[in-house]
């Protein structure tokens, strides 16, 4: 049943990854940025939500389980947003308590101490995505 309600989990979060994308490569107007936003925002309190009503440390329970691990990278990135788009309010809302909990937990875990990456680096890759000339290898040089 675990396993049932994970995968309901995972499809219910990655909701936001139209709304994130979009953002990226297909709105140019600051209102059109704030609408997806306002989207991945409604999702990431669904989040908080289930995290405050579990009262567990992750959404697998005392330790990450697939839904944390399939739905991290996404929270990860979130940083960029406020990075790209300065002064456009694009912040990680701090009533978000709960979640903002899990986040810090999620980069305690040794496969995401050894393997995340900060917004900076997210932000250095989204800026070139998009360019002729994007290095691929970044994080290799």
């Not at 788009?85 to 809302?93: K, S, T, V």
């Not at 810090?104 to 000339?133: C, I, R």
Request: charged share 25%; glycine share 8%.
């Amino acid at each position: 049943m675990e396993k049932a309600i994970g995968r309901l989990q995972v499809e219910s979060f990655s909701k936001q990854n139209g709304p994130y994308y979009k953002m990226f490569y297909g709105v140019d107007s600051v209102e059109e940025r704030a609408k997806h936003f306002s989207s991945i925002v409604a999702k990431l309190g669904e989040m908080d939500e289930e995290l405050e009503k579990s009262g567990k440390k992750f959404f697998g329970g005392s330790s990450p389980g697939m839904t944390d691990l399939m739905v991290w990278p996404w929270i990860e990135r979130l940083p960029v947003h406020n990075i790209l788009f300065p002064g456009e309010g694009m912040e990680f809302p701090s009533e978000l308590t709960s979640l903002h909990a899990w986040i810090k937990n999620m980069w305690e875990e040794p496969a995401v101490k050894a393997y995340g990456l900060d917004a900076e680096t997210h932000a250095k890759f989204y800026m070139q995505s998009s360019s002729d000339n994007c290095n691929y290898d970044m994080l290799l040089n």
